[in-house]
């Protein structure tokens, strides 16, 4: 009842809805674009559903795909679990890399087909892959073709503008939410998770108002979002929101005074259903 009662707050912002952008799965499937840059797959946390695993394996090569598993987000997950799950669901190789100083470890990473991210703690992980010299050669592999992403930290990880934490002073407030360095795997957008869950509404409008070139896309629990190019499609039990406000009337904040807005988009997405955004329409000069 709380996320519901945030969701009703917000929606004085939340001024326009485009449901015609939602489109038939079938219309949108991922690898059917002609992105030079692999498929991204950011999961709410709470669970990755095993139909998610069955079909990213299939798309990397079923028998030939090789996954790699980079569990340094986390302090107590040794990836294993998540390695024996993707070999469950038809990935034919499926490894952990759980030493980034090992010789060959740049090698294995070129060489996967996807690289996935179990949860924990996206800031660590980045100082980890800082700490080795390996953030670009995780960039280098997506811009390859392959297929990346993770969940919940894993998640959160894709974007370049990257948040963790609560909102300081307060949500909608200028500069509340710290901007961090993600992997990028989507430039334009600013992912969280555990969205609904958490409570999380909020936090991530604050870190868009502040951003607003950036889409902001929202993962529930068990859910994932599929991304691309500029198109979202969900699969699981939950919903992804995606707030908008790139062609909004966005006010200039000074840090810690309260946000400002006319116009932003907000597309709630459930599963079996894709987003495509478009481009944003150039807003009328002020």
């Known amino acids: 009842m709380k996320s519901l009662f945030a969701l009703a707050a917000l929606g004085a912002v939340l ?3 485009s449901p015609s952008e939602v489109l038939a799965p079938e219309v949108a499937s991922p690898r059917t674009s002609a992105n030079a840059a692999g498929l991204v797959v950011a999961v709410g946390g709470g669970g990755t559903p095993e139909a998610v695993f069955a079909r990213v394996a299939k798309l990397a090569g079923g028998a030939d795909a090789r996954v790699l ?3 340094q987000a986390s302090e107590v997950n040794d990836g294993e679990g998540s390695a024996v799950i993707w070999r469950e ?5 499926a490894t952990v890399l759980s030493d980034l100083g090992a010789e060959d470890a740049r090698e294995r990473i070129a060489r996967a087909h996807v690289l996935w991210i179990p949860g924990g703690s996206q800031s660590r992980l980045m100082e980890r892959l800082e700490e080795h010299g390996l953030v670009e050669a995780v960039r280098a592999a997506h811009a390859r ?3 990346v992403g993770g969940t919940s930290a894993g998640a959160a990880v894709v ?11 307060g949500a909608l407030r200028g500069g509340a939410m710290e901007a961090l360095e993600g992997l990028g795997f989507v430039p334009w957008a600013i992912v969280d998770q555990h969205f609904v869950e958490r409570d999380r509404l909020a936090r991530l409008l604050t870190a868009v108002l502040d951003h607003p070139t950036l889409v902001g896309i929202g993962i529930s629990e068990g859910t994932a979002a599929l991304i ?3 198109t979202i499609e969900v699969m699981g039990r939950g919903q992804v929101l995606v707030y908008d406000a790139r062609a909004a009337e966005v006010m200039t904040t000074e840090r810690g005074a309260h946000q400002s807005a006319r116009g932003v988009t ?3 997405v459930k599963p079996g259903e894709s987003l495509r955004l478009p481009e944003p329409p150039k807003p009328t000069p002020r």
């Not at 974007?159 to 002073?169: F, Q, R, Y």
Request: aromatic share 4%.
């Open 69 to 71: 598993v980079l569990p």
């Open 266 to 268: 907000l597309h709630v």
């Open 159 to 169: 974007s370049k503008v990257m948040i963790a934490g609560a909102p300081d002073p």
């Open 145 to 147: 073709g392959a297929i």
């Open 15 to 17: 001024a326009s809805w």
């Open 89 to 93: 669901q038809g990935a034919g190789e």
């Open 228 to 230: 691309d190019g500029s």
